[in-house]
């Protein structure tokens, strides 16, 4: 069974650029995560999703950050403009049922590396 | 709130020595407790996890954790440490209150394993 997907790998860029993160879930999870990853920290959650909708999203700042998970599949997840601060690794989880199972166990994919220059 | 304390950010064994990585939480409820694992360039990977019942847990490699509420730890042991073990791992916990399972990371402790 593929685990959790995402693409790019790594992404350079110039502040004040956009960029997109692209996430598949492992197929029949219906609960996806967006972390973000600082160096030298821990995850921390950015959004939410069951199904197709962002169930919690308190912690993506809005103003800059957006995502979207159309049909309840796969998710994207996009910064407009990038500042130096998003230099981080973006993390995609997936777990089978974020609510009706309460300790569901969450699968991580390999995370996008950004570096804004 | 929920939030997790690892202590040491860099942790060094010889190959073959006991492994033991700290984490403590502070919760006003008992939460439920995770350990990961971080290899370069890679995902996070759940090693073991309480949520009720047996307070030591035992995962995936030989780990295990023992969850004592009295000192609000759930400390990660291995009795001998393989080359392989080398990696980041993160302790975190998620809060039964919120009725999700969003967790709450620590900073991560950094194991070295020499030969």
């Known amino acids: 069974e593929a685990g959790v997907v995402q693409s790019p790998r790594y992404k350079i860029i110039e502040k004040k650029q956009p960029v997109a993160f692209w996430c598949n879930p492992i197929s029949g999870h219906n609960t996806l995560y967006w972390y973000r990853q600082n160096l030298g920290q821990g995850p921390e959650l950015l959004i939410r999703y069951e199904n197709e909708e962002a169930v919690d999203d308190s912690q993506l700042p809005k103003d800059r950050f957006s995502a979207e998970r159309l049909k309840g599949v796969d998710s994207t997840l996009k910064i407009q403009p990038a500042e130096l601060g998003d230099s981080a690794v973006y993390l995609c989880?997936?777990?089978?049922?974020?609510?009706?199972?309460?300790?569901?166990?969450?699968?991580f994919g390999p995370g996008t590396r950004l570096t804004v220059l | 709130a929920q939030s997790v304390t690892q202590l040491g950010s860099h942790v060094s064994v010889s190959e073959g020595a006991l492994v033991l990585l700290r984490c403590n939480y502070s919760s006003s409820v008992p939460p439920y407790l995770f350990w990961y694992v971080q290899y370069p360039n890679q995902g996070l990977q759940l090693l073991l996890k309480?949520?009720?019942?047996?307070?030591l847990v035992k995962g995936i490699n030989g780990f295990e954790a023992e969850f004592k509420k009295s000192e609000t730890s759930f400390h990660l042991t291995k009795p001998s440490a393989h080359m392989s073990d080398a990696a980041e791992y993160f302790c975190a916990v998620s809060d039964p209150q919120t009725g999700a399972n969003n967790l709450f990371f620590g900073t991560g402790t950094r194991l070295t394993v020499i030969p």
């Open positions: 309480y949520t009720t019942g047996a307070t």
């Open positions: 989880a997936s777990s089978l049922d974020g609510l009706a199972v309460f300790t569901d166990t969450q699968y």
